[in-house]
C-alpha cells in the first residue's frame, strides 16, 4: 500500500532553533498523527488530528491537518537535547493507517 | 500503567524454527495491530484484529500468522522464518479513537 511522503528524512539543529516537517499523501484522511519514536523504544504519539484545518498544540509541540485532508506538518519550537528521536506521521482511514517513513531530528546542544 | 506489551524484545534464530512474538494489551481495546519496521521505509502493517476472532491482512502478510483467542492478545507467528523478515517488530493496540498505543518492540534476527 502507498505509504506517505514524509520530509525532511532528516535534521541536524542547534538546541534552541524551531522545527518544521510535513507529511503528504495522494490520499484523503480522517485522521492525521504524530508519533516520537526514541532509540530502542516504540512509537509514542504526540498529537492527534480529527478535523481538516484543526491546529492543535501540545506544549512546545504545535501540528496542523492540511484543508485538503493529504497533509500535515509538525512544528517544534525552541528545541531541547531531549526532542532527539525519529517524528513519524500517520494518516488514518477508517481502519487503514499509513505512515511516513521518519523524520530523524538531532539536536546539537 | 496503561501500557502494551511484547516478548521476547531480541530474538536471533535460524531460518525454519518456528517462533512467536507475544504481545497483549491492558486497555480493554478491541483492535489491534501488528508492524514491522525497516530502514528508510517506516512502519508497515503485517495483520490487524478488530476484535477476538476477527483477523485480516495488513500491506505484507506473507510469511506471518495471528491468531486472537482473547481480547488481550495477539500473538505473531512465523512458521518457518527466512532472512527477508529480519525487522524490528510493533505491536499496538486503539480503541475507536484511532489513537494507537505501540508495544517497545522486538527485534528479529534470522540467520
Known amino acids: 500500500g502507498q505509504q506517505l511522503n514524509q520530509s525532511p528524512q532528516s535534521m541536524f539543529i542547534q538546541e534552541g532553533e524551531d522545527v518544521s516537517m510535513n507529511c503528504t499523501s495522494s490520499?484523503?484522511?480522517?485522521?492525521w498523527l504524530w508519533y516520537k519514536q526514541d532509540p530502542g523504544e516504540g512509537p509514542v504519539l504526540l498529537i492527534a488530528l480529527y478535523k481538516a484545518g484543526e491546529l492543535t498544540s501540545n506544549g512546545r509541540l504545535t501540528a496542523q491537518f492540511g484543508i485538503t485532508r493529504k497533509d500535515s506538518f509538525l512544528n517544534i519550537s525552541a528545541s531541547i537535547p531531549s526532542d532527539v528521536g525519529i517524528y513519524f506521521c500517520?494518516?488514518?482511514?477508517?481502519?487503514?493507517?499509513?505512515f511516513g517513513a521518519g523524520t530523524r531530528l538531532t539536536v546539537k546542544p | 500503567e496503561a501500557q502494551v506489551t511484547q516478548n521476547p524484545r531480541y530474538l536471533i534464530t535460524v531460518t525454519g524454527k518456528k517462533l512467536t512474538v507475544t504481545c497483549s494489551q491492558n486497555m480493554n481495546h478491541e483492535y489491534m495491530s501488528w508492524y514491522r519496521q525497516d530502514p528508510g521505509l517506516g512502519l508497515r502493517q503485517i495483520y490487524y484484529s478488530m476484535n477476538v476472532e476477527v483477523t485480516d491482512k495488513g500491506d505484507v502478510p506473507e510469511g506471518y500468522k495471528v491468531s486472537r483467542k482473547e481480547k488481550r492478545n495477539f500473538p505473531l507467528i512465523l512458521e518457518s522464518p527466512s532472512p527477508n523478515q529480519t525487522s524490528l517488530y510493533f505491536c499496538?493496540?486503539?480503541?475507536?479513537?484511532?489513537?494507537?498505543?505501540f508495544g517497545p518492540g522486538t527485534r528479529l534476527t534470522v540467520t
Open positions: 499496538a493496540s486503539r480503541d475507536y479513537s484511532y489513537e494507537q498505543y
Open positions: 490520499s484523503i484522511f480522517n485522521t
Open positions: 500517520a494518516g488514518q482511514l477508517n481502519n487503514d493507517m499509513r
